[in-house]
């Protein structure tokens, strides 16, 4: 049996508001075109992300009723430690309320200016805290990675030989720390392999570089491991997770993906001198260490989650509900990044709406029908969110790729739900030549796709 079918039954239902395709024609004109300004409550189906959206088990409600909120030694934090332990292996550990925060901590506290932080591709909010600090952020991702139907079945791979010249190049004292991403979310979610970690972590330790992964979406990439790396295939993928992270000396996490909860991340690390720098500097600004700005039934959840995440039976729903509707975007024609990564499916909108140029956001084009016609949210990533303007021109200059996000909930959404999604898609490809691009009415100066207000083009 391949279909997908839920490992889960419904206990407690949450309705969702039904608009009519008139009032969501309101909605998004005042909205200024932007699926960000639109309240929630006016969405059907929101694939906007991944990150906290997670719907928790009744398992993980009945761990919130048993919080120990004492400030210090709460034993909910004891369970959580022991968990993360027992996956991750690493020897200190180190709540923070969400993942960037565990990034702050740690570039804080082993960067200075001029150093160089190599990854497969950093995530935004990684990228922004190492150029915080006047480092440089280096993608070293391998080439297939960035070309959207390139098969490969591990295209979050690191490219062995961008990373060694990387060390010859700025030299090791300049590289603190090598990270890596799994799965690669800014890469469209595609895992990393055993065989890579293990080349990876070879050549930092070769040159005394501690190994740090940005561990999100373990859980996910362990299952990929699992399918497509034969040696793994009769592991478990608790084994195969202790495997991997016992090539690495720390991690970074947000809880809110792999996690399971709404809230909640952490920093794991052997070494004993940087936990001690920066559990002093977590005092300071989340708090005490065994809290670290979330609440004793946050920890608890946490503890409760990362349990969960590691049942296969789950794994295998979660990564084929997100390849099922991959699947059913492919068999209608629709241009979708491939192979289908874990936690989200990427449609390539410069063959979906060739018509439309990257300056008239084709991506946008495509989101605002999506919500326009059936309710749903997703996302633009391309030149609305990322262009960058060049210094001297001040030309905004379009990214490689215009994608939009389809990025999956865990748990929330069923199968049902997906095959809805799919029928707009396809209903908008048929139609697609009638779609039209946007141009800006209004942007800031800096992370202009959240607030920036368009206008379609041709509207005065
Ligand atoms: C979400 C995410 C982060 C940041 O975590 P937050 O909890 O949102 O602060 C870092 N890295 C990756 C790969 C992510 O997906």
Redesign the pocket.
Known sequence: MQFPAEPFRIKVVEPIKITTQEEREKLIKDAGYNIFSIPAESIYIDLLTD??TAAMSDNQWAGLMLGDESYAGSKNYYHFENTVREIFGFKNIIPTH????A?NLLFSNILKKGDVVPSNIH?D??RANIEYHGATALDCVIDEGLDPSNPHPFKGNMDIEKLEAAIQKYGKERIPVIMI?ITN??GGGQPVSMANIRQVSDVAHKYGIPFFF?A??FAENCYFIKEREREFRQKSVLEIAQELFSYGDGC?M?A??DGLVNIG?FLAMNDDEWAQRITNMLILIEGFKTYGGLAGRDLEAIARGLKEVLDENYLRFRINQTRYLGEMLDEQGIPIVKPVGGHAVYIDAKRFVPHIPPEQFPGQAIVVELYRRAGIRAVEIGSLMMAKKDPTTGENIPPKLELVRLAIPRRVYTNMHMQYVAEALGEIYRDREKLRGFEIEYEPEFLRHFTARLRPVGNE
């Open positions: 990150s906290g969400q993942g960037r925060v990034e995530f909010t990684t991403t979310n800014s940005d999100c979406r970074t947000s809110k993906k991340g």
